[in-house]
């Protein structure tokens, strides 16, 4: 799998009575084979908050590569594909439960997320060789 775009955004509010500003769009694109997807995870923010227990870091950012932070909506895609392989290949999953995208951050291997997410801002693009690598290992 080589990813090819990763990036998150908090949702404003499009209508005043619009409840968007409680939620977070992460993106991710990548080849998986010989064919090109794009796949959005939408979230209620607030998860962020319980994600982020589930990490080694106390705050966002995360962590920088070079002067580029990396915060929970960059990576939220990506990470739930890696510790979710039936959904590569989907187009969107919206989350209403924390349960899914809370266990998959606590399963990833931060040590091989940041060497990602650096090889990413280096290079503008990573490869994943396997989901596998991303999964703490007991």
């Known amino acids: 799998m080589e990813i090819l ?7 404003e509010k499009a ?3 619009s409840p968007e500003d409680g ?3 992460s ?6 084979g010989d064919k090109e997807y794009t796949f959005q995870l939408l979230y209620v923010r607030y998860f962020e908050e319980l994600i982020i227990k589930e990490t080694p870091y106390s705050e966002q950012p995360l962590f920088f590569s070079g002067t580029t932070p990396c915060y929970i909506r960059d990576l939220a895609a990506w990470i739930y594909l890696m510790a979710n392989p039936a959904a ?3 187009k969107e999953v919206y ?6 995208l809370v266990n998959a951050f606590r399963q990833t291997n931060w040590e091989q997320a940041e060497k990602m997410f650096s090889e990413f801002c280096t290079n503008k693009k990573a490869t994943v060789r396997s989901p596998i690598l991303f999964i703490k290992q007991p």
């Open 5 to 11: 775009a990763l990036s998150g955004v908090e949702l």
């Open 95 to 100: 989350l209403h439960d924390e349960t899914p």
């Open 23 to 25: 939620f977070s769009r």
């Open 88 to 90: 590569i290949g989907k």
């Open 15 to 17: 209508q005043p009575n």
């Open 27 to 32: 993106i991710v694109t990548y080849i998986d």
